[in-house]
C-alpha cells in the first residue's frame, strides 16, 4: 500500500482533493492510503507517509518540509495549481505515484 500525505493550510482546502484521489486510485486499482493535515502537523505525519504533496498556495514551505523529509526518506512536491485548481484526483494521485518511483 502507498501512503501519500498532502499538506495544505489548515488541512480542509485539500479535502475534495483527497476524495478524488482515492476515486481514481480505487478505478485504477491502485491500493493508497491518501489523507491530508494542516501544515503544522505535516512533519508529524510525515514518518507514515511514502510521498509528501504540498497545497499550491504552501510553496513556501517547502524549504522547511524538505529537511524533515529528507530525515524520514520521503520525496516531496508542490501540487500543481493547475491540478489543484480544477480538483484533479487523476493528475495528482500520478504525481504522487511517480515521486514514490510506482
Excluded: H
Excluded at 488541512?11 to 478505478?27: D, F, H, I, P, R
Excluded at 518540509?65 to 520521503?74: D, H, L, Q, R, Y
Amino acid at each position: 500500500m502507498k501512503r501519500i500525505l498532502l499538506a495544505c493550510s489548515a488541512g480542509m482546502s485539500t479535502s475534495l482533493l483527497v476524495s478524488k484521489m482515492k476515486e481514481a486510485a480505487q478505478a485504477r486499482g491502485v491500493d493508497v492510503e491518501i489523507w491530508a493535515v494542516a501544515q503544522d502537523k505535516a512533519p508529524k505525519d510525515m514518518e507514515k507517509a511514502d510521498v509528501l504533496l504540498i497545497g499550491p498556495q504552501m510553496r513556501f514551505m517547502k524549504k522547511k518540509f524538505s529537511k524533515t523529509a529528507e530525515e524520514v526518506g520521503i520525496p516531496l512536491d508542490v501540487i500543481d495549481p493547475m491540478a489543484y485548481g480544477r480538483v484533479d484526483g487523476e493528475a495528482v494521485l500520478n504525481k504522487a505515484l511517480e515521486l514514490i518511483g510506482d
